[in-house]
């Protein structure tokens, strides 16, 4: 059987990094896909069925070239993953037009670029995508106007992909994570957002990267293939309690 292909956006660390590790341990081969060039290097040196290719997914060349040598490289694209986000948390006052830009330029357009110009290898291959949007994209938080906005816009993005491209066989879905233990969320997470998180989560624990990448994964995998235009919040119950927490709010 041929190895399938993986094209994984932001994979150079995070939750990308954590994907990326479960499809070759699950037998796949992976695009990891980063504009961090120095990251992306040093975080695929030792994974075999790993190739890096730099690329700033918001721009729309380089995105075309990327895609191309991803085929040269692979052949074939099975799965797409648009996990490539950046984000600043702000009062709608002080996010300015260029912060908001930013933000939707990889969130947002990244995600559509990166799926369009994959659309062909994935009809060949009856493939699937999997965009990460966020419970800030699920509900209304604060300082997240545009953040929550861009991830909003990606699920509903998901939705209008899996309904025109059902057709060619190929599904589409969105996982939503909550609050990751990640090196960033970690860094800018006071104590006191920690405490409110862990108090307000069902499961009162943060996730992990390899947690929400074991769903990614999952949804990429012909055991989900009658799965398609999906939202799935994998937040341990976040979402259903609401956010907006006084923590958050400055």
């Known amino acids: 059987m041929t190895q399938k292909v993986a094209l994984v956006t932001g994979s150079a660390r ?58 040269s490289a692979f052949g074939r694209i099975d799965a797409v993953v648009n996990n490539a986000g950046v984000a600043d948390f702000l009062p709608i006052e002080e996010t300015d037009f ?6 939707m330029d ?3 357009d990244g995600v559509f670029l990166v799926s369009q110009a994959a659309i062909p ?49 190929i599904r589409a879905n969105c996982v ?15 104590p006191e957002i920690i ?15 390899t947690e929400i990448g074991e769903v990614i994964t999952f949804l990429c995998s012909d055991k989900a293939s009658f799965v398609t235009g999906q939202i799935i919040a994998a937040d341990g119950g976040f979402e259903n309690v609401g956010v907006g927490l006084p923590a958050l709010r400055s």
Request: hydrophobic share 45%; net charge positive; proline share 3%.
């Open 98 to 103: 260029a912060a908001w830009r930013r933000i």
């Open 121 to 169: 290898a994935l009809k060949e291959t009856k493939g699937a995508i999997v965009n990460i949007g966020s419970i800030s994209g699920l509900r209304a938080s604060t300082l997240r106007v545009a953040y929550g906005t861009s991830k909003a816009a990606v699920i509903h993005m998901t939705k209008q992909q899996a309904a025109e491209l059902g057709e060619y066989g």
């Open 14 to 71: 995070g939750i990308g990094l954590a994907t990326a590790k479960l499809f070759i341990e699950q037998g796949w081969c992976v695009a990891m896909i980063d504009r961090d060039g120095d990251e992306l290097k040093s975080a695929s040196a030792d994974m075999s069925g790993a190739k890096p290719f730099v690329c700033d997914v918001s721009v729309p060349k380089q995105v075309d070239q990327m895609v191309d040598a991803v085929l």
């Open 195 to 209: 405490s409110a998180y862990l108090d307000a989560m069902p499961l009162n624990r943060y996730g992990n990267e």
């Open 106 to 108: 990889t969130n947002l």
């Open 176 to 190: 939503c994570p909550g609050p990751v233990k990640t090196k960033l969320a970690m860094a800018v997470h006071s």
